[in-house]
T-cell receptor, first 114, second 112 residues
Framework: NAGVMQNPRHLVRRRGQEARLRCSPMKGHSHVYWYRQLPEEGLKFMVYLQKENIIDESGMPKERFSAEFPKEGPSILRIQQVVRGDSAAYFC????????????FGQGTRLTVV | AQRVTQPEKLLSVFKGAPVELKCNYSYSGSPELFWYVQYSRQRLQLLLRHISRESIKGFTADLNKGETSFHLKKPFAQEEDSAMYYCALRGITQGGSEKLVFGKGTKLTVNP
């Protein structure tokens, strides 16, 4: 089991471009979480998804950000028209559905907006 | 709403000294609590969870529902314990589990 894979590891975008961050969960995991980590801050919850369904998106900014976890393929976090303030590390975690299940983390994608 | 508070951003102790990393939570229902650790240049990984009541790498954490706390303790800190520690909470509802929410983390430095 390869673990949670995130790509790319580093992403540079110019202001106004789109950023697409991908997360492949561990085999057998149907739930995915996305977090944002800003310098000097902890992990801020963004969205919680299961396949083809958003369970909780209360941490997602209302505009420009969207997430999906299709039946086939990785989960995608999409940021449209990026601004400098979007520069951060974005982490994905996956787990089995149980509340007691451990969440396994990817190594993150560091987005830099220039 | 789920909330996790780690009051100490930084904690520095000497090798062999006891260490306690504080975590307080707010949740109206029945929570599942976890401690995650991130060593330098490594991904975040689970250290322990309250339900299993286990000791990992000498660390223990007891859930105190009266004080809504889940402090992480180790009687004798080692240099290799230096890392970032995150307390996390996941709520349980009749409909299933809720999101996994993290505190802001405490950076532990164990000095020789």
């Amino acid at each position: 089991n390869a673990g949670v894979m995130q790509n790319p590891r580093h992403l540079v975008r110019r202001r106004g471009q789109e950023a697409r961050l991908r997360c492949s969960p561990m085999k057998g995991h149907s739930h995915v979480y996305w977090y944002r980590q800003l310098p000097e801050e902890g992990l801020k919850f963004m969205v919680y998804l299961q396949k083809e369904n958003i369970i909780d998106e209360s941490g997602m900014p209302k505009e420009r950000f969207s997430a999906e976890f299709p039946k086939e393929g990785p989960s995608i976090l999409r940021i449209q028209q990026v601004v400098r303030g979007d520069s951060a590390a974005y982490f994905c975690a996956s787990s089995k559905p149980s509340a007691r299940a451990e969440a396994f983390f990817g190594q993150g994608t560091r987005l830099t907006v220039v | 709403a789920q909330r996790v508070t780690q009051p100490e951003k930084l904690l520095s102790v000497f090798k062999g000294a006891p260490v306690e990393l504080k975590c307080n939570y707010s949740y109206s229902g029945s929570p599942e609590l976890f401690w995650y650790v991130q060593y330098s240049r490594q991904r975040l990984q689970l250290l322990l969870r309250h339900i299993s009541r286990e000791s990992i790498k000498g660390f223990t954490a007891d859930l105190n529902k009266g004080e809504t706390s889940f402090h992480l303790k180790k009687p004798f800190a080692q240099e290799e314990d230096s890392a970032m520690y995150y307390c996390a909470l996941r709520g349980i509802t009749q409909g299933g589990s809720e999101k996994l929410v993290f505190g802001k983390g405490t950076k532990l430095t164990v000095n020789p």
